[in-house]
């Protein structure tokens, strides 16, 4: 190989696709696949847009079980591979959106909820209510899969939570699938820090129980 051909692969030279040899063509074609690979796992996925799945039905109605989806780390600030640094965020989290985050007991572990108390906020849920600084919360989305077992037993009461100040810093988040999710009632509040994407659109899901793709689904628009 002489120095024109490394003049080449550097962009020093150009050369018309006629004038070029086979291994020349070869080279230029694996330099260029090289480039977008280490652009996209390095740049692309973590810190602009990337797909996520969600595996369990705490967040049902709104994604369902076995759904991918497409989300979006440049909202939120994604982390610059291989630390723990996050890029700014270019949105404000705000109460009610749907938010991807590292979950607070093992980072490894990435998790899907709604946003419901904000740093500073006072949240409450009585029953099925849930209160917000003294206000109740609209929460048309949610689900509440334990409604025939209260109704069919009197003497059962659905707990209360709280109330409870949100740290600074921190955020209360909750499943829509209330009877049916492991979140901040259980485990406590979401670190700023490890909120990081904000999910986008579901491209795939799939119901294991019935066997067949959830053609509705798909395409769905979840971030607002």
Same mark, same amino acid.
């Given at each position: 190989m002489?120095?024109?051909?490394?003049?080449?692969?550097?962009?020093?030279?150009?050369?018309?696709a006629?004038?070029?040899?086979?291994?020349e063509? @070869?080279?230029?074609?694996?330099?260029?696949l090289i480039?977008i690979?280490?652009?996209?796992?390095?740049?692309?996925?973590?810190?602009?847009?990337?797909?996520?799945?969600?595996?369990?039905?705490?967040?049902?109605?709104?994604?369902?079980t076995?759904?991918?989806l497409?989300?979006?780390?440049?909202?939120?600030?994604?982390?610059?591979?291989?630390?723990?640094?996050?890029?700014?965020?270019i949105?404000?989290?705000?109460r009610?959106?749907? =938010?991807?985050?590292?979950?607070?007991?093992?980072?490894?572990?990435?998790?899907?909820?709604? @946003?419901?108390?904000?740093?500073?906020?006072?949240?409450?849920?009585?029953?099925?209510?849930?209160f @917000?600084n003294?206000?109740?919360?609209?929460?048309?989305?949610?689900?509440?899969?334990?409604?025939p077992?209260?109704?069919?037993?009197?003497?059962?009461v659905?707990?209360?939570?709280?109330?409870?100040? =949100?740290?600074?810093?921190?955020?209360? =988040?909750?499943?829509?699938?209330?009877?049916?999710?492991?979140?901040?009632?259980?485990?406590?509040?979401?670190?700023?820090?490890?909120?990081?994407?904000a999910?986008?659109l579901?491209?795939?899901?799939y119901?294991?129980?019935?066997?067949?793709?959830?053609t509705?689904?798909l395409?769905?628009?979840?971030?607002?």
């Amino acid at each position: 190989m002489n120095k024109d051909f490394w003049k080449l692969m550097l962009g020093k030279i150009q050369k018309d696709a006629e004038d070029m040899t086979q291994l020349e063509k @070869v080279s230029l074609f694996l330099r260029d696949l090289i480039i977008i690979t280490v652009l996209f796992f390095l740049i692309i996925r973590p810190l602009i847009i990337a797909g996520y799945e969600v595996p369990t039905p705490s967040m049902e109605p709104t994604i369902m079980t076995g759904t991918k989806l497409i989300g979006l780390p440049i909202l939120y600030g994604g982390y610059i591979p291989f630390t723990d640094i996050k890029m700014p965020a270019i949105l404000k989290i705000k109460r009610q959106s749907i =938010v991807i985050f590292k979950f607070p007991l093992n980072e490894r572990e990435y998790y899907v909820k709604r @946003v419901i108390g904000l740093p500073g906020d006072i949240v409450e849920i009585r029953g099925k209510n849930v209160f @917000v600084n003294g206000q109740l919360l609209d929460e048309p989305y949610t689900q509440y899969i334990s409604d025939p077992l209260y109704e069919s037993n009197p003497d059962f009461v659905r707990p209360n939570f709280g109330p409870i100040t =949100v740290p600074k810093n921190h955020y209360f =988040v909750m499943g829509d699938n209330r009877d049916n999710s492991y979140d901040s009632r259980e485990w406590g509040f979401v670190p700023k820090k490890n909120i990081f994407a904000a999910p986008l659109l579901i491209y795939w899901s799939y119901d294991r129980d019935a066997k067949k793709i959830r053609t509705s689904e798909l395409f769905k628009i979840i971030i607002k």
